[in-house]
Structure formats: structure tokens, C-alpha cells
């Protein structure tokens, strides 16, 4: 996976009267672009740095409904072939 960093200047005191650390703010970040439909449950979890199923619990806590779409379905079948794969090896 290839990434592009991105850098964000934040006034002094900003951070300190949000009261969320650098990890926080990404998965707020994740969370704003999920429930705006920018990103899938499993492009958001990737952005936040956790687990999609970490992301689907912060999204419950939330009371955020699961947008479950193609992309979703899509990694769910992978993992799926991947597990049967590994799975048949033994």
C-alpha cells in the first residue's frame, strides 16, 4: 500500500482545547468521512489504524448505522478466500 503523507499546521492551544491526541483525530476523521459516504466501513477502519470490526464497535458506540456496501462485500469475500485457502493448507 502506498501512502501520501499529509501534513496538517494546527494553531498553539488547538489541540489542547480539543482534548484528542494525534490517533483520536484520525479515527474522528474516519468516522466524518464514513458517515458522509466518502469512505467504506473498510477504507475508514484503514484511515482510522484499527480493525474494520474496531471501527463497526466505535460506530455503534456512536449509534452510527452500518453503511455495508460493494467495496465491503468485496474485502469480506477476499478474507473469506483467503481463510478457505489457508484453511485447505492444513
Given at each position: 500500500?502506498?501512502?501520501?503523507?499529509?501534513?496538517?499546521?494546527?494553531?498553539?492551544?488547538?489541540?489542547?482545547?480539543?482534548?484528542?491526541?494525534?490517533?483520536?483525530?484520525?479515527?474522528?476523521?474516519?468516522?466524518?468521512?464514513?458517515?458522509?459516504?466518502?469512505?467504506?466501513?473498510?477504507?475508514?477502519?484503514?484511515?482510522?489504524?484499527?480493525?474494520?470490526?474496531?471501527?463497526?464497535?466505535?460506530?455503534?458506540?456512536?449509534?452510527?448505522?452500518?453503511?455495508?456496501?460493494?467495496?465491503?462485500?468485496?474485502?469480506?469475500?477476499?478474507?473469506?478466500?483467503?481463510?478457505?485457502?489457508?484453511?485447505?493448507?492444513l
Amino acid at each position: 500500500m502506498s501512502v501520501t503523507p499529509l501534513s496538517v499546521v494546527i494553531p498553539n492551544g488547538i489541540l489542547e482545547s480539543i482534548g484528542k491526541d494525534e490517533q483520536e483525530i484520525k479515527l474522528e476523521l474516519a468516522v466524518f468521512f464514513y458517515k458522509e459516504f466518502h469512505l467504506s466501513s473498510s477504507k475508514a477502519a484503514e484511515f482510522a489504524g484499527i480493525s474494520r470490526i474496531a471501527f463497526w464497535k466505535e460506530l455503534g458506540k456512536r449509534e452510527i448505522p452500518l453503511n455495508y456496501d460493494e467495496e465491503d462485500a468485496r474485502h469480506d469475500v477476499e478474507t473469506m478466500l483467503e481463510f478457505n485457502a489457508k484453511f485447505a493448507e492444513l
